[in-house]
């Protein structure tokens, strides 16, 4: 089952923007095809049968010398046996044993199988060696038995998100961000609530972004449909005020805050233990203000933090947005324009302008949520180095 997925992976790969070339054990032609993997990959399939050509050329020299990156998906017992052994008769462990640079192992087996004492001590002389592992993953197993549990391949798309952590640069390695996401919900009965349609993505894309280029990274996220993503703390809270509890008791260990989340400003004065019946007439909520996080990290930066907000506005944008960054003593801050159709709430794509405290303005244009986390990221990285030059300096002058 897991083989048949692995056409599906080398599309997904192509599709994130990666050069691929497919290579098949004959055991694994037994489940998936050439011709599938040679169309998916685009081009010719390394194969036993191919190994060594007639002109003198091996394969298994050429392959590790080609790629950043070797994924083996599936990954069998057998296969890891093999590598961890350094048995090279076939050409994907002669591959790892010609130098592949950096392997990168999807397994999927029987439950029992995983957790064999021998499959546990091969995975962890893999491991030693710097070899990364994703999965296997809870589910059911092959269709024809009726087992579930620890030994089902990751699915191609967790697999691609693995590949980009494996091929980003660390440049945030040692830094710890906290991220905001999603909106908040202000109850004002167990059942009713004040929100707003933020989906969550914008603050997750950076998260992801960040865990990527090798930061620490917790998530404070309110209520979204969203899976938690892998390699990052998640809190997960609904109201504002949990949100802010959450927030400012991580915020002095933290290098940088971004707050994505569209907290809502305002909260009813008292919550019902009961829900509310419904009455005649018009009924009166009366609404007092949420705590406002950002302005609070704000007041507590500390001179090496970088502090990062959102804006979204309908008009004045730039000055709206400028006058917040301002108040809440921001690094910088993303202007958001709801009304845009390229900027919609729960879009996959966003159009920003980052505003700098030093007056600085640098718009976006359309891009994915994920390179405009990015665009951020890079100037939170360059703005944590200027900063920490300066207290450097600083330091140097008093000593
Ligand atoms: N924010 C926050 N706490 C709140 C409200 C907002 O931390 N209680 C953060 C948001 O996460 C966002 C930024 O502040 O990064 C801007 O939010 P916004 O609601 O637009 O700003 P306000 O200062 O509330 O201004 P206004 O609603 O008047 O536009």
Redesign the pocket.
């Known amino acids: 089952m897991a083989a048949m997925k692995s056409p599906f992976l080398l599309r997904r790969l192509r599709e994130a923007g990666y050069l691929v070339r497919a290579a098949a054990s004959d055991r694994a032609l037994a489940f998936t095809t050439e011709t599938a993997l040679a169309v998916a990959a685009g081009g010719a399939v390394a194969t036993d049968a191919r190994w060594f050509a007639a002109a003198g050329d091996a394969l298994h020299i050429d392959l590790a010398r080609w790629a950043d990156l070797l994924v083996i998906a599936p990954a069998t017992a057998a296969g890891l046996a093999r590598a961890a052994s350094g048995l090279a008769e076939d050409l994907i462990t002669a591959t790892i044993l010609a130098g592949a640079r950096k392997v990168l192992w999807a397994p999927a087996m029987n439950p029992e199988m995983w957790h064999h004492p021998a499959t546990r001590a091969n995975v962890e002389t893999l491991k030693e060696w710097g070899h990364a592992f994703v999965g296997p993953e809870h589910g059911a197993m092959a269709a024809a038995s009726e087992e579930s549990g620890l030994g089902r391949m990751s699915e191609p798309e967790t697999i691609v998100e693995h590949v980009r952590y494996h091929l980003t640069t660390k440049d945030l390695e040692g830094r710890s961000f906290i991220v905001?996401a999603g909106p908040t919900r202000e109850y004002f009965d167990p059942v009713r609530f004040i929100s707003n349609p933020s989906s969550g993505k914008m603050g997750y894309a950076i998260a992801e972004a960040a865990r990527d280029r090798g930061a620490q990274v917790l998530l404070v996220s309110g209520p979204t449909t969203l899976p938690d993503p892998w390699g990052i703390e998640v809190v997960r809270v609904e109201r504002?005020e949990e949100m802010y509890a959450a927030i400012t008791e991580r915020f002095s260990r933290a290098n940088a805050v971004v707050?994505?989340?569209?907290?809502?400003?305002w909260q009813p004065a008292h919550t019902a233990s009961e829900k509310t019946p419904k009455k005649k007439g018009v009924n009166m909520v009366e609404l007092v203000?949420?705590?406002?996080?950002?302005?609070e990290l704000g007041h507590r930066k500390k001179p090496g933090q970088v502090l990062a907000?959102?804006?979204?506005?309908t008009r004045e944008g730039r000055e709206?947005a400028r006058a917040?960054l301002e108040?809440?003593n921001l690094d910088l801050?993303a202007l958001n324009f709801p009304t845009r159709s390229d900027s919609a709430f729960g879009s996959d794509y966003n159009n920003v302008e980052l505003l700098f405290a030093n007056g600085h303005v640098e718009a976006t244009g359309r891009l994915s949520k994920r390179a405009v986390a990015e665009r951020i990221l890079d100037h939170i990285h360059e703005l944590l180095s200027e900063k920490e030059a300066g207290l450097n300096a600083e330091q140097g002058k008093t000593s």
């Open positions: 905001s504002a707050m994505a989340a569209a907290v809502a400003d203000p949420t705590p406002d996080i950002l302005a907000g959102f804006a979204m506005e709206r917040k108040r809440k801050i």
